[in-house]
T-cell receptor, first 115, second 116 residues
Framework: GAGVSQTPSNKVTEKGKYVELRCDPI?????LYWYRQSLGQGPEFLIY????????DSGLPNDRFFAVRPEGSVSTLKIQRTERGDSAVYLC?????????????FGPGTRLTVL | AQKVTQAQTEISVVEKEDVTLDCVYE???????LFWYKQPPSGELVFLIR??????QNEISGRYSWNFQKSTSSFNFTITASQVVDSAVYFC?????????????FGKGMKLTVNP
């Protein structure tokens, strides 16, 4: 079956611009996660959705970052007034229900470059 | 809080060599899971294994095997008879329960290069 998909695969933008990154989770998965991976590092948690609601947004670095999942499926990560330090690979993952016993399956990521 | 340490940052081997990737973790949880993921050059994180803290038996899947030792808080991964296609960055991860989520805490990863 289809895995987690993310679009675009690459995004180049200028400092100060607004960007949206999209994640389409595995069908039927209620839990959705966003992570950010900087060069040479492991992924770091940003936000977790259970259904339509953001159950844990403790990893968002500041209020320029926001994410939505209006219908409990596709999610969009939004970054306002981008800064060069936002350059990274943004990974999306989904799991069946978000429980400890579930496995998170990752998408291919969106590589964001802020010039 | 959870912590995962992958002390090796990069390893280079010749095809058919065996290689072991180390993972040491810290957790206060009595029940937990451990994961290994593979990230090939394409960038996608590929799930390899999930292990329950109650099960300390070694696991083997083809050329891959995992050694979980609770006494030393280690979950090491061995690739037997490595192949060029094994070249990737490998991550060990541990879930951290907070705020209703089971977010994964990753190590920094270990880059494996298998040369022909």
């Amino acid at each position: 079956g289809a895995g987690v998909s993310q679009t675009p695969s690459n995004k180049v933008t200028e400092k100060g611009k607004y960007v949206e990154l999209r994640c389409d989770p595995i069908s039927g998965h209620t839990a959705l996660y966003w992570y950010r991976q900087s060069l040479g590092q492991g992924p770091e948690f940003l936000i977790y959705f259970q259904g339509t609601g953001a159950a844990d947004d403790s990893g968002l670095p500041n209020d320029r970052f926001f994410a939505v999942r209006p219908e409990g499926s596709v999610s969009t990560l939004k970054i306002q007034r981008t800064e060069r330090g936002d350059s990274a690979v943004y990974l999306c993952a989904s799991s069946l229900s978000g429980s400890l016993t579930d496995t998170q399956y990752f998408g291919p990521g969106t590589r964001l470059t802020v010039l | 809080a959870q912590k995962v340490t992958q002390a090796q940052t990069e390893i280079s081997v010749v095809e058919k060599e065996d290689v072991t990737l180390d993972c040491v973790y810290e957790t206060r949880d009595t029940t937990y899971y451990l994961f290994w993921y593979k990230q090939p050059p394409s960038g996608e994180l590929v799930f390899l294994i999930r292990r329950n803290s109650f099960d300390e038996q070694n696991e083997i899947s083809g050329r891959y095997s995992w050694n979980f030792q609770k006494s030393t808080s280690s979950f090491n991964f061995t690739i037997t008879a490595s192949q060029v296609v094994d070249s990737a960055v490998y991550f060990c991860a541990l879930p951290f329960t907070q705020g209703g989520s089971e977010k994964l805490v990753f190590g920094k990863g270990m880059k494996l290069t298998v040369n022909p």
